[in-house]
C-alpha cells in the first residue's frame, strides 16, 4: 500500500508563491504517476499538474507558466510550486498516485489553499 500526505498550504495574497509537499510512504516502488488536483465547494476535483515516473509533465492550462510539478525520487516526494497566485486558485488541494500493483489510485487527505484578492 502507499499513503500519501500532503503539506504547504495556506493562506496568501494574489501574486503570491506557495509550495505544496506530497510524501509518499510504504510501495512507493510501485508509483507509476502522481498529479495534484484541485477541488472548490460544488465542482468537480479537477487535475492541475501531474508527473510520471520518468520524470513528464503536463498541466492544466489554467495554470500553465506559473506552477511547476517535481519530484525527488530519493525523498519519495512530490512537489508543487505555485507562483503568481490568483483568487481562482483558492481550493483544497490533493495529492494523487497511481500505482501500479494493483492498479489503483490513492489520495492524501488534502491541504487547503486560500488566495487573497
Known amino acids: 500500500q502507499v499513503q500519501l500526505v500532503e503539506s504547504g498550504g495556506g493562506l496568501v495574497q494574489a501574486g503570491g508563491s506557495l509550495r505544496l509537499s506530497c510524501a509518499a510512504s510504504?510501495?512507493?516502488?510501485?508509483?507509476?504517476?502522481m498529479g495534484w488536483y484541485r477541488q472548490v465547494p460544488g465542482k468537480q476535483r479537477e487535475l492541475v499538474a501531474g508527473i510520471s515516473s520518468s520524470g513528464i509533465t503536463n498541466y492544466a492550462d489554467s495554470v500553465k507558466g506559473r506552477f511547476t510539478i517535481s519530484r525527488d525520487n530519493a525523498k519519495n516526494t512530490v512537489y508543487l510550486q505555485m507562483n503568481s497566485l490568483k483568487p481562482d486558485d483558492t481550493a483544497v488541494y490533493y495529492c494523487?498516485?497511481?500505482?501500479?500493483?494493483?492498479?489503483?489510485?490513492?489520495w492524501g487527505q488534502g491541504t487547503q489553499v486560500t488566495v487573497s484578492s
Open positions: 494523487n498516485a497511481l500505482v501500479v500493483a494493483g492498479w489503483y489510485t490513492t
Open positions: 510504504g510501495s512507493t516502488f510501485n508509483i507509476k504517476l
